[in-house]
């Protein structure tokens, strides 16, 4: 079973710097894209960053010039650079992969189960 964990997630101050880590474990045919999302209500998740397998990168506007999303695809893991922090990115961040496990089987999408960035003014 695919399984996703984050890292690096904490308390910045405004103006800040953090850089959060998404680990996959388990059986991983092809990876089609890597995203990071954050809980901004009870019941929405908004994208903040994805890239793909060709390594096209797009980005939320309110993240853009701030954060920058990086992957590398032989260790399984990608990456969001987050600079010039600000309270509104106070939120819990989940990355996400779209990927195949089996040759020849759909595409899934799996979760990580979250970190918490807080950013204090």
């Known amino acids: 079973q695919v399984q996703l964990v984050e890292s690096g997630g904490g308390l910045a101050q405004a103006g800040g710097s953090l850089r959060l880590s998404c680990a996959a474990s388990?059986?991983?045919?092809?990876?089609?894209?890597m995203a990071w999302y954050r809980q901004v209500s009870r019941n929405q998740r908004e994208l903040v960053a994805n890239?793909?397998?060709?390594?096209?990168?797009n980005y939320a506007d309110s993240v853009k010039g701030r954060f920058t999303i990086s992957s590398d695809s032989a260790k399984k893991m990608v990456y969001l650079q987050m600079n010039t922090l600000r309270p509104e990115d106070t939120a819990v961040y989940y990355c996400n992969y779209n990927l195949r496990v089996l040759y020849g089987n759909p595409a899934r999408t799996f979760w990580g189960r979250g970190t918490q960035v807080t950013v204090s003014s």
């Open positions: 890239i793909n397998s060709d390594g096209v990168t």
């Open positions: 388990g059986v991983i045919n092809k990876i089609n894209s």
